[in-house]
């Protein structure tokens, strides 16, 4: 019995293998249609770089503007000077005040790192805020201050008053911060706009 079943599985393995299928009968291709071109981005308006307009001042509150901004700007530096020399310039032993040998509690570590923190974010913040102002200065002495970096309108006298650095028009700072996180962009300032035009 064993010998018939040997034979079998011998059979069943020497069976030739099938014959390939004979290739099917070139067609003809048919054309198609050339495939859709892609569409190139839409420019925003608030892609665009608006030339902005000479803005003509009366001396008076050019002066006025020019003077707040330089008070705004020595308050900044300032501050700027108090944090880092305060925080960024001694040793943790120095700052928390305790000059023994004995070593600082693990807590003592992690509340001195979180004030130091705490201290850059703020020299960070007023780092950026020096900058706004500084734009703003040569924004004067170039012409365009006053102008809208966006749509080139004049920014309206109370904002200006209020935020003396405004590089835009309500409406378009609206536009600008819907669904925008807090940070600068990385884009070319008014000032460095015009710069690159006039040379």
């Known amino acids: 019995m064993a010998t018939k079943k040997a034979k079998t599985t011998v059979k069943k393995a020497a069976k030739p293998a099938t014959q390939a299928k004979p290739h099917a009968k070139r067609t003809k291709a048919v054309a198609r249609p050339p495939a859709k071109s892609v569409a190139k981005p839409k420019v925003t308006p608030a892609d665009e770089v608006v030339q902005p307009k000479r803005v003509k001042w009366p001396v008076a509150e050019l002066k006025e503007f020019r003077a707040h901004l ?28 305790d000059l023994s040998s004995y070593s600082f509690h693990m807590a003592d570590h992690g509340t001195d790192n979180f004030d130091r923190e705490f201290a850059l974010n703020l020299v960070s913040s007023e780092q950026d805020a020096l900058y706004e102002i500084d734009d703003a200065m040569r924004r004067i002495e170039m012409g365009v201050y006053g102008a809208c970096e966006r749509c080139g309108e004049m920014i309206a006298m109370p904002r200006l008053k209020a935020q003396p650095f405004a590089k835009m028009c309500i409406k378009c700072q609206s536009e600008a911060e819907r669904g925008r996180t807090h940070y600068r962009p990385f884009g070319k300032t008014i000032s460095q706009a015009v710069e690159t035009s006039e040379s």
């Open 70 to 97: 330089q008070k705004l700007r020595d308050r900044v530096v300032d501050e700027i000077n108090f944090l880092a020399g305060d925080n960024l310039n001694r040793s943790q032993r120095e700052s928390s005040g």
